[in-house]
């Protein structure tokens, strides 16, 4: 199961955060790095909290967590 966040960066293009569930296996860095986008559900697998657009410092948050999650659980892209 795949989770899509669409986000605003810079009011011009559009990004997603993409969280495939499948992959993640409760490392916890992702909730870590940013504990206002991600949390853990009852097995300590991430879910995304953030239902709405994306401001510049959360966008950097969740592309520093994307980078540091050990499975490639989450992808920013347009």
Do not use: W
């Not at 011009?12 to 504990?35: D, F, N, W």
């Amino acid at each position: 199961m795949s989770f899509y966040l669409t986000t605003v960066a810079g009011g011009e293009s559009t990004m997603k955060i993409v969280l495939t569930s499948e992959k993640c296996q409760g490392h916890g860095r992702c909730y870590s790095l940013a504990p206002d986008l991600f949390d853990a559900d009852d097995l300590g697998n991430a879910v995304v909290l953030v239902t709405g657009d994306l401001d510049a410092d959360q966008l950097e948050r969740a592309t520093l967590a994307a980078k540091n999650c050990p499975e490639y659980a989450i992808e920013i892209g347009a």
